[in-house]
Each structure stands twice: as C-alpha cells, then as structure tokens.
C-alpha cells in the first residue's frame, strides 16, 4: 500500500510541475515584453528586466550598480549587438547605421534614473558609449514590436 501511495504521489508531482510551466497565461513580463523596464548598470554590463517592448511610450529606470558612473543609451540599429563600430574608445554620436534615440548622461555609483520614451517598431541596443565602456562589453539587444 505504502508503495502504490508513493507512485500516485510521485505522478502527482510531475503532472503538478508540468501544468505549471505550460500554463502561461499571457502575462507580457513571462514572455520578456514590458513598457516598464527596470535596467542595471556595472562593470561591464547591462541587464534589464525584459528584452522588448511594445510600441509607444517606454519607461527605463536605471541603477548604476557599478564602482564608476555610467551612462545609459538607447540607440535604434540593425547593426549586430556589440558590433557598432568604434571610433577610437567608443562609436561617434550621430554615425551612420544608428540613432542615438535618447540617453541618461554619466550618472553617479548608487543612483536611479529615469527614461521615457516613445518608440518605434525596431532593433535598439542599450548601451553605455562612455570611453571604453561599450567595447568591454556594456550593451544589450533590445526590441519594440507592434
């Protein structure tokens, strides 16, 4: 009996945890598209809560979770991430094959910003464009979708 208990237990668990990851219920924070974006910036890195967003206003706020400031840029491209060419330590604003949408300016260690912004259907990398940052590895793919 004891056995015959623990195998009807044992099925219970695994069809429990299979329902569970196959019942997505549509949230857009599961699928990875939110228009409140919570980013983290550090040494050599930015991280954001979710890859893409929809089209229309999108809000970043930005932590500078680094040792040195920051500064944190939305550039529309089809250029591949990591790939924008560099001029010198870090690529020239405006150039050609991006959009420097808008950005956060250097901001101090410890602190939050804010940036909203209307945007397109499109690539974007988000990116730090401060000497040496992006070429150390400070960007991240990013998409609006309709």
């Excluded at 044992?10 to 919570?38: H, R, Y």
């Excluded at 939305?74 to 001029?87: C, F, Q, S, Y």
């Excluded at 420097?100 to 260690?109: A, C, H, L, N, S």
Aim: aromatic share 6%.
């Amino acid at each position: 009996m004891n056995i015959r208990i623990i195998r009807i237990s044992a099925v219970a668990l695994i069809s429990t945890a299979l329902f569970a990851g196959c019942g997505a219920d549509g949230n857009a924070a599961e699928s990875g598209i939110s228009n409140d974006i919570t980013g983290h910036l550090h040494e050599w890195g930015v991280e954001t809560s979710a890859v893409a967003a929809k089209v229309g206003e999108v809000k970043f706020t930005v932590t500078n979770d680094g040792t040195i400031g920051h500064e944190f840029l939305v550039v529309k491209t089809d250029i591949a991430v990591g790939e924008i060419p560099l001029d010198g330590d870090h690529f020239p604003e405006p150039a050609d094959g991006l959009e420097v949408i808008d950005e956060i300016g250097e901001f101090k260690v410890g602190t939050t910003e804010t940036l909203t912004l209307n945007l397109e259907a499109g690539k974007y990398q988000l990116v730090c464009n401060l000497p040496g940052h992006y070429k150390n590895g400070m960007h991240l793919g990013f998409e609006v979708v309709s």
